[in-house]
């Protein structure tokens, strides 16, 4: 699978499951089961984009739009 360096994501917190898929047009969508208070839904994020890469959570930085729906993240390998 290709990992690519930066994405796009469209966050949806409070949603039943996570889930973390990428969308038509070019922007990831991400549902989230934390609630966006205390930084817990960007925790669940980052969390989520490196267990769907298979990646490390060091790897996976929150770029831009910490408190934003659509947030861009870096990824180092």
């Not at 690519?4 to 549902?31: C, H, M, T, Y």
């Not at 205390?38 to 408190?67: C, M, P, T, W």
């Amino acid at each position: 699978m290709h990992v690519p360096s930066s994405l796009q994501v469209k966050v949806k917190p409070n949603a039943r499951e996570d889930r973390f898929a990428p969308g038509d047009d070019g922007i990831w969508l991400a549902s989230l089961k934390a609630q966006p208070v205390d930084g817990k839904a960007n925790e669940a994020l980052i969390a989520l984009v490196a267990d769907y890469f298979k990646l490390r959570k060091q790897q996976v930085h929150l770029k831009s739009g910490a408190s934003a729906r659509i947030k861009r993240l870096l990824i180092s390998s």
